[in-house]
């Protein structure tokens, strides 16, 4: 492998691979990159879905040896990381806070439990009221719910907490 290639630059370049249902977040903020390993002849990227049956698993590994491949011009694999299992608290604060823009409630942080107050208790990305109430468990993606708040009369999705 090129020794010039940075574990800095695979950083720079996986910060541009997106998430396809909710495209202002990438798979840093995401938390979904749980290992990048430097190979002589290819670069290894370990990565974990935020659901386990979530359906653009395959969608965003093709994404992140594009994006590599393009940026790096080395050869890259991306294989599931069977070892570590994604949660909620693995997204960053910057995701919180674009998910709230792109106005989808964030998941509270745990303490490795989730329990039912967390998933009913959320604050709307709106208005800011905590006056809300959970409509449906199953939103437009198995990764969210869907809310209403009583304040401003939007509906909203909030991204589930996991553990």
């Known amino acids: 492998m090129d020794s010039t290639i940075t574990i800095q630059a695979v950083y720079t370049s996986l910060e541009q691979v997106m998430d396809p249902e909710i495209p202002v977040l990438n798979v840093l903020e995401l938390g979904m990159i749980t290992e990048v390993i430097m190979e002589d002849e290819y670069l290894l990227i370990k990565m974990i879905p935020t659901?386990?049956?979530?359906?653009?698993?395959?969608?965003?590994?093709?994404?992140?040896k594009t994006t590599l491949e393009k940026d790096l011009q080395i050869p890259v694999q991306?294989?599931?990381?069977?070892?570590?299992?994604?949660?909620?608290?693995?997204?960053?604060?910057?995701?919180?806070?674009?998910?709230?823009?792109?106005?989808?409630?964030?998941?509270?942080?745990?303490?490795?439990?989730?329990?039912?107050?967390?998933?009913?208790?959320?604050?709307c990305p709106h208005c800011g009221s905590e006056n809300t109430y959970l409509r449906?468990?199953?939103?437009?993606?198995?990764?969210?719910?869907?809310?209403?708040?009583?304040?401003?009369?939007?509906?909203?999705?909030?991204?589930?907490?996991l553990s």
């Open 51 to 64: 659901f386990a049956a979530c359906p653009a698993v395959e969608i965003i590994k093709k994404n992140i």
């Open 78 to 123: 991306v294989s599931v990381d069977k070892e570590v299992q994604w949660n909620s608290n693995r997204l960053t604060e910057t995701a919180k806070e674009k998910l709230r823009n792109f106005r989808i409630a964030p998941p509270q942080h745990h303490n490795g439990e989730v329990e039912m107050d967390l998933l009913i208790h959320t604050t």
């Open 136 to 161: 449906s468990p199953f939103g437009s993606t198995l990764c969210r719910a869907i809310h209403f708040c009583k304040n401003c009369g939007m509906m909203f999705e909030q991204f589930k907490p």
